[in-house]
């Protein structure tokens, strides 16, 4: 079957909003294990950002009440993540687990009155002149914001990070939080200032999923997403161009499954469902064999918990 540049611009889109919603919450692990906490309850936020932005836009008419609703709602579990974690020094592993649990259960809760009600979706923005490129333009510059968002957002992390001083702070917290300590550097608040800022990033991926990759709600639409989140990070060796790639590389093989029987590839539907997690598994395993750029890459304390010393 030949592809005609028609296809092919369906094909990309479908990729774009396929990655989107890995990329925002991807990019906020990384800031969070930047600084050397490790929190696995990705999952339950995108979650609670997803039912919450959706109720909020089908009630309101607003798609930005909708956003600023899902980000907080994602900060808000965050918040109670960092509480048990740094300040009462509960497992960092144990708690976010439970966190994704909480999460997944109070978003069916509070989801059912929504079960079935419809969402215009958030509406595309074409960038003048640049939208009139052929396939190029169709690509890039006719998406909705939250699309231009993600790719700026992952410059802004990349360049926070590599030439700033808080990026810097941020990072020598997460090598050696005693040293960092040492130097009079505020280790907890550094550390609950970058979990926020994940549970943001992670409420807003939740969003994407509600208001515009498939603007309705639906219980545990997140499908697995917070966990391959988790994984772009190593897979990324915890830097932001690499997790770019990496997000639009796992949600092409997302959308690989909508497009295989147009191409008349006969395979099982379930086992095109089951790609992307096997994808996750191989990438990892290939990662973890050839292991020197994560122990070079990987923050020294994360996962560990900081005991301040006066």
Not at 37 to 48: I, Q, R, S, W, Y
Not at 225 to 240: D, Y
Request: proline fraction near 4%.
């Amino acid at each position: 079957m030949s592809i005609d540049s028609s296809m092919l611009v369906m094909i990309g889109l479908t990729i774009i909003s396929a990655a989107t919603p890995l990329v925002f919450a991807a990019i906020g692990e990384l800031v969070v294990e930047k600084s050397g906490v490790l929190n696995l309850g990705v999952e339950g936020m995108m979650l609670a950002g997803a039912v919450s932005g959706f109720a909020v836009a089908h009630l309101t008419g607003s798609a930005l009440l909708g956003v600023l609703t899902g980000v907080g709602a994602g900060m808000l579990l965050a918040l109670i993540f960092a509480f048990l974690t740094l300040s009462l020094r509960a497992s960092q592993v144990a708690t976010g687990l439970a966190l994704t649990i909480f999460g997944i259960g109070l978003s069916a809760l509070l989801g059912q009155p929504l079960i079935g009600i419809a969402y215009e979706g958030i509406p595309n923005y074409s960038v003048p002149y640049l939208a009139d490129i052929p396939v190029l333009g169709q690509l890039l510059f006719q998406n909705d914001l939250l699309v231009y968002g993600s790719f700026a957002l992952v410059l802004a992390v990349s360049l926070f990070l590599k030439y700033t001083q808080a990026g810097l702070i941020v990072r020598a917290v997460g090598d050696s939080p005693d040293a960092a300590h040492a130097l009079g550097y505020p280790v907890l608040r550094v550390r609950y200032l970058a979990t926020l800022f994940g549970g943001a990033c992670a409420g807003l991926a939740g969003c994407y999923l509600s208001m515009a990759y498939a603007p309705m709600w639906a219980e545990s639409m997140s499908a697995g997403r917070g966990w391959i989140a988790l994984a772009l990070v190593v897979f990324a060796t915890w830097r932001p161009g690499r997790l770019l790639f990496g997000a639009y590389f796992f949600g092409g093989i997302t959308i690989l499954q909508l497009h295989a029987q147009a191409f008349g590839i006969i395979v099982p539907s379930q086992l095109m469902s089951m790609l992307p997690y096997i994808a996750t598994i191989a990438v990892l395993v290939l990662i973890s064999s050839t292991g020197s750029s994560l122990r070079r890459n990987a923050p020294a304390s994360i996962g560990q918990a900081f005991h301040p010393t006066k």
